[in-house]
């Protein structure tokens, strides 16, 4: 009797600490608070040049020497090709010499008009011939005026025959060799010329979008700062270019083709990184929306439809379940526009295998820590798994 009565204390005494009452699984939450957040897109774009000359020759003749390197750096004015002088050499001669007749002939027609005047004053010639004398002298300066403009221009043409650079930047390959035979009419360029510092971004972006971006500032959910918006730029290779550009303007008119306009901004190219042609990405400052609440998207869960849901400590210390509407992505965050308010427990560690409705201890998240409250909450369901009192996962959680 004595050995069953103890045998019998013994399981009682294990049963009890079987049964042992647990605390509530820890659960690690963020509150989340309204805060000012800068709206940015990513976007493909091109880099075009800031000014960009096709070189052209605006006189016949034929080319007898370049004088650049291709690719070097050149200034506005500077020469860049020599073509044969001589024929324009014999125009300007030939204008100097048509002018000093024409100046001739007005010396002559000015004293004949002189001696007219008098000899009208007493009758000694007629008046008509006198008026005729007066027009003749007339035509002797509209003569001399002609002759310089003709020689002005033989003059332009002369110094035409050096091909100058019209604006200042990088100058590419020459397609005109010595020898060549060059004419004013002539529809290829004999060289291009590109100003690389500072150089443009074109970049297309849906005019629905920008519209939207329009809406939201007229209505006030969004503000931009003064001054121009800025830009940051990420190259073909993924390094981040180290000048940020200036938004310059959106084009006027909408592709009917694409749907989008063209935007276009500004950046510095002190070292000719930028090349005309290269892809780009291009990061656009929209503006600020200054009460975003923002949650960390590993503590968002999606169903089969696409629906958005996260779980909150509620003011009782219980799981809820909170449907969301998110619009974007900040960095690792999604920006929760309905579903949330301000001071709302999100959790983020510990909530596997518990359901809707359960009383949590909720903890401030620390992203450096091991996920410990996780364990727990997997410890004290096992726990209660064991005493046959814990429910099978809700369908939402076990999707």
């Known amino acids: ?40 897109t990513t976007l493909p774009g091109r ?55 024409a100046r001739a002939a007005i010396a002559s027609s000015e004293a ?19 008026e005729n ?10 003569d001399v005026a002609a002759q310089q403009a003709a020689l002005r221009s033989a003059q332009i043409d002369l110094a035409r025959t050096t091909i100058r650079a019209p ?43 920008l519209l939207k971006l329009r ?17 940051r730029l990420r190259l073909e290779d993924g390094s981040v270019y180290p000048i940020e550009g200036e938004l310059q303007f959106a084009d006027v008119s909408v592709d009917p083709a694409t749907g989008s306009q063209v935007i276009r901004a500004r950046f510095a190219n002190p070292r000719g990184l930028l090349l005309p042609g290269m892809y780009v990405r291009a990061e656009l400052i929209q503006g600020t929306e200054p009460d975003a609440l923002l949650v960390p998207q590993r503590a968002v869960t ?11 400590v509620g003011a009782d210390g219980k799981l809820q379940p909170r449907i969301l509407t998110t619009t974007r992505t900040i960095g690792d965050n999604w920006i929760v526009t309905k ?34 409250g996780q364990q727990a909450g997997g410890q004290q369901a096992g726990g209660q798994q064991a005493g046959g009192q814990q429910a099978a996962p809700s369908q939402a959680q076990a999707k």
């Open 47 to 101: 880099t075009t040049a800031f000014e960009t000359s096709e070189v052209r020759p605006q006189v016949n003749g034929l080319v007898l020497a370049r004088l650049f390197e291709e690719g070097d750096n050149v200034t506005k004015g500077q020469a860049l090709y020599r073509i044969d002088p001589q024929p324009y050499l014999t125009q300007v001669a030939s204008a100097r010499a048509s002018l000093a007749r």
């Open 167 to 209: 604006i200042s930047g990088r100058i590419g390959r020459s397609v005109t060799t010595t020898g060549a035979l060059v004419s004013a009419a002539q529809t290829n360029a004999l060289t291009t010329i590109q100003k690389l510092d500072p150089i443009y971004v074109d970049v297309p972006q849906s005019s629905a979008d």
């Open 1 to 40: 009797m004595l050995l069953t009565l103890s045998a019998c204390g013994g399981g009682g005494d294990s049963q009890q600490q079987g049964q042992a009452p647990q605390g509530p699984p820890t659960v690690q939450v963020v509150q989340v608070q309204p805060q000012a957040v800068t709206l940015t």
């Open 112 to 130: 004949l008009t002189r001696r007219y005047g008098e000899l009208v004053k007493i009758n000694a010639i007629a008046r008509q011939e006198y």
């Open 339 to 372: 579903g949330l308010n301000a001071g709302d427990k999100v959790v983020m560690e510990g909530a596997m295998m518990l359901r809707p409705g359960m009383a949590v201890r909720a903890v401030p998240w620390n992203p450096n820590a091991k996920p410990q």
């Open 215 to 231: 809406q939201q500032l007229m209505a006030g959910e969004l503000t931009r700062g003064g001054g121009a918006a800025k830009v």
């Open 302 to 312: 999606r169903d089969e439809r696409g629906q958005a849901s996260a779980l909150v």
């Open 133 to 142: 004398s007066i027009t003749s002298s007339q035509q002797a300066r509209a």
